[in-house]
Nanobody, 125 residues
Framework: QVQLVESGGGLVQAGGSLRLSCAAS????????MGWFRQAPGKEREFVAV????????NYANSVQGRFTISRDNAKNTVYLQMNSLKPEDAAVYYC??????????????????WGQGTQDTVSS
């Protein structure tokens, strides 16, 4: 079974940066859109960013637009999320996921079938 493994989370001060990585165990998702989602305690999982299969199209939640950048390297089966100017409200468990549809670019959590285990990001004020 294909696995998605996130890494790069941690503790950072407000205004700082983190770079998350999501490595797929094989090349299965090279034709799928890949998304990042996050879930804070007591809240629903929410969309953060998505990238098309070839990296040519990206879409972001309004709350992270201009601060976060999603990218992918299909040769390495890896998706990245560069997070700059972090705010305390960005603290959450961050998950990467593969869109159910080939060439998808969905923002709804229910359109994703494969999920990583999550990585915790903590932002201190």
């Amino acid at each position: 079974q294909v696995q998605l493994v996130e890494s790069g989370g941690g503790l950072v001060q407000a205004g700082g940066s983190l770079r998350l990585s999501c490595a797929a165990s094989d090349r299965t998702f090279r034709s799928n859109g890949m998304g990042w989602f996050r879930q804070a305690p007591g809240k629903e999982r929410e969309f953060v960013a998505v990238i098309s299969w070839n990296g040519g199209i990206t879409n972001y939640a309004n709350s992270v637009q201009g601060r976060f950048t999603i990218s992918r390297d299909n040769a390495k089966n890896t998706v990245y999320l560069q997070m700059n100017s972090l705010k305390p409200e960005d603290a959450a468990v961050y998950y990467c996921a593969a869109d159910r549809a080939f060439y998808g670019l969905n923002t709804n959590v229910y359109d994703y079938d494969y999920w990583g285990q999550g990585t915790q990001d903590t932002v201190s004020s």
